[in-house]
């Protein structure tokens, strides 16, 4: 799914410290700040109802802004958005000013598509490994996500990082023999889960979807632990 032209109107700010900054949080603004190409930073203040709307229609941590500062259209890339840790609003944010001419390395989310047929016919469970992809692009050529269809998957298939169609516009540099997906047999599934849950600070896959049991092993599948649903992110 591609990022719309995304365009916000900034200001620059004298303000600095905490006792200033909570100041201008009350008065409607976000505090910001813009790494410029030169190398300099520029404080900028948003409004924050304008900021918080976006947020609310875009899933995608880094996107391509158009900040429009003191009469001119600057670039940038947002990397990061400070919250509250009591009420989850945005307090600070800061961006970095891109050339849309020059390719910039970025990581894009995967979102899975589409139920298996290992999971439908095979009652299979679909694991997804990999969160997102590592690629050069173009800043307008940033999207807020690729889509995999995993539609074709049967039972012990898997999607690898290869099997993705990008097209020209995208370098990947995740490893190509790095799987996205997988579709296990409920009893690997369980196996590795068993496995996981002896061991400390291992990356375990995250179950996305899981096939009916059969009707003969409800009792078996109401003893065992529930496959946790997972939102996803297109292209």
């Not at 050339?99 to 598509?113: D, E, H, Q, Y």
């Not at 050069?136 to 039972?155: G, M, N, Q, R, T």
């Not at 996305?208 to 409800?218: N, R, T, V």
Request: glycine share 8%; charged share 25%; hydrophobic share 40%.
């Amino acid at each position: 799914m591609a990022n719309e032209q995304i365009k916000m109107k900034a200001e620059a700010r004298t303000e600095q410290g905490s006792i200033a900054v909570s100041r201008l949080r009350r008065s409607g603004s976000i505090p910001a700040a813009v790494n410029r190409i030169e190398g300099d930073t520029t404080l900028v203040k948003i409004d924050t109802h304008a900021f918080t709307a976006m947020l609310r229609h875009h899933s995608s941590a880094q996107m391509l802004v158009t900040l429009e500062l003191d009469g001119k259209d600057i670039p940038t890339l947002m990397r990061e958005v400070q919250y509250d840790v009591m009420t989850g609003a945005p307090i600070h944010a800061d961006f970095g000013e891109v050339s849309l001419t020059k390719k910039i390395r970025i990581s894009i989310p995967i979102r899975l598509v589409g139920e298996p047929d290992g999971v439908k016919i095979e009652n299979g469970i679909l694991e997804q490994m990999l969160r997102t992809v590592d690629v050069d692009c173009l800043p307008l050529d940033i999207v807020e996500s690729f889509d995999v269809d995993v539609s074709a998957l049967k039972l012990g298939q898997s999607f690898f990082v290869r099997d993705l169609k990008l097209g020209d516009k995208y370098t990947v540099f995740t490893g190509k023999d790095v799987a996205l997906s997988t579709v296990a047999a409920p009893e690997e599934e369980e196996a590795a889960a068993a496995a996981a849950g002896g061991t400390t600070g291992e990356t375990t896959p995250e179950v996305i979807a899981k096939g009916k049991k059969e009707e003969g092993a409800e009792g078996a599948a109401a003893a065992a632990p529930a496959g946790k649903a997972a939102p996803a992110a297109k292209k």
